[in-house]
């Protein structure tokens, strides 16, 4: 679990610095691959299998039977699986945003299994990555990640524990952005969800507070396991 929030952390916003900075623009959902286990944006219902995911307002249901959870993901965001085959579609459609797949390939590099990403009127990026760690609980997820956060040189920790089991690390760190490298004071909440000997790991990342603050609320809402 270290090594991949490490790896998450070092990545940081894969799409940061890349948004139009035209306060009335605001960049379209791209197409997502493999329709049997994403949402369309037609008529079609998605294979949602055994999977419920909760009705958030304005978001999307993204259920995926193979890897065993789903989520809630913000309209007008682009979400894959990270797939060496979803990432070959992705590249094979003619994206609205085409650094999208960039991020979306810096991002399975992590060994994510999921990511997806929205930019706001004013150019702000925030972003959802989940991994899966096998042969662990929840506490030995917490130490290992609070242990890379502070290597990351993290500020304003705070955890927050559920009843469930849950564990969310919020904190605040400086990031590169993506096109220029010039550091960006990043909002960051690691999500730790038990699921039977392993731990799903959803990392949210914002640019603004009050954005990582609802993304927040989708992700606790509306991530659930099959």
């Keep these: 679990m270290r ?15 890349c948004g139009d900075d035209d306060d009335d623009a ?34 999307f249901p ?8 789903g989520l809630a993901v913000p309209q007008g965001w682009n979400a894959t699986r990270l797939t060496e085959g979803d990432l070959e579609r992705l590249a094979d459609a003619e994206l609205a945003e085409p650094f999208f797949l960039d991020a979306a390939r810096a991002v399975a590099g992590t060994g994510a299994v999921f990511y997806a990403a929205g930019i ?9 990555k989940v991994d899966l760690q096998e042969g662990v609980d929840v506490a030995a997820a917490r130490a290992e990640a609070e ?12 955890v927050v524990e559920a009843e469930d089991g849950r564990v ?11 096109d220029d ?30 954005t990582q603050s609802a993304v927040l609320a989708i992700v606790d809402a509306g991530f659930v396991l099959a």
């Excluded at 993204?62 to 959870?69: C, T």
């Excluded at 242990?147 to 705070?158: E, I, N, P, S």
Aim: glycine share 10%.
């Design 26 to 59: 605001i960049p379209p959902a791209d197409p997502m691959p493999e329709a049997d286990e994403l949402p369309t944006h037609g008529s079609v219902e998605p294979d949602t299998g055994s999977i419920d995911v909760p009705e958030v307002p304005g978001t």
């Design 120 to 128: 706001d009127d004013r150019g702000r990026v925030a972003e959802i």
């Design 181 to 210: 490298g010039e550091l960006i004071d990043a909002h960051l909440s690691q999500l730790l969800v038990p699921d039977d000997g392993r731990v799903w790991s959803v990392i949210v990342t914002s640019e603004d507070e009050a």
């Design 147 to 158: 242990a890379a956060v502070g290597q990351a040189g993290a500020t304003d920790l705070q």
């Design 62 to 69: 993204a259920a995926f039977p193979s890897l065993g959870f």
């Design 168 to 178: 969310r690390l919020d904190f605040r760190l400086e990031q590169p952005a993506a």
């Design 3 to 17: 090594r991949a929030l490490a790896l998450a952390l070092a990545v940081g916003l894969a799409l940061a610095g």
